[in-house]
C-alpha cells in the first residue's frame, strides 16, 4: 500500500525559510509527476510546484522563492520555500501520480506551514 510521508512544516517568521519534503512509502511502477499543492483557509487547494519528466511548473505567487527538487532514488520531493510571507499560510499537500496497473493518484495527509511575527 502506498502512503506519502510529509515532514518540514511549521511557524516561521516572514521572510523566513522551510523545507518540505514528502517521501514515498511503497511501491509504483513508474512515477510521472510530483508537486506540492495548498490550501489557505476559505480557499481552494492550489498548485504551488511540480516536476514532471525534468519539468518544473510555479504558480506565479511563489516564482523565486520555492524550488522544487526530487530525488528518484528515494521517491522523495522536496519543497524549498525562501522569503516565506504571511500569505503563504496554508497546508501543504504533496501529491504524486502515475502508473501501477492502472493510473494512480496519492495525496500527502497534509502538513501546517504558518508565516506569522
Known amino acids: 500500500q502506498v502512503q506519502l510521508v510529509e515532514s518540514g512544516g511549521g511557524l516561521v517568521q516572514p521572510g523566513g525559510s522551510l523545507r518540505l519534503s514528502c517521501a514515498v512509502s511503497?511501491?509504483?511502477?513508474?512515477?510521472?509527476?510530483m508537486g506540492w499543492y495548498r490550501q489557505a483557509p476559505g480557499k481552494e487547494r492550489e498548485l504551488v510546484a511540480s516536476?514532471?519528466?525534468?519539468?518544473?511548473y510555479y504558480a506565479d505567487s511563489v516564482k523565486g522563492r520555492f524550488t522544487i527538487s526530487r530525488d528518484n532514488a528515494e521517491n522523495t520531493v522536496y519543497l524549498q520555500m525562501n522569503s516565506l510571507k504571511p500569505e503563504d499560510t496554508a497546508v501543504y499537500y504533496c501529491?504524486?501520480?502515475?502508473?501501477?496497473?492502472?493510473?494512480?493518484?496519492?495525496w500527502g495527509q497534509g502538513t501546517q506551514v504558518t508565516v506569522s511575527s
Open positions: 511503497g511501491s509504483i511502477s513508474s512515477i510521472y509527476g
Open positions: 501529491n504524486v501520480n502515475g502508473r501501477d496497473r492502472d493510473y494512480v493518484n496519492y
Open positions: 516536476t514532471r519528466y525534468g519539468g518544473t
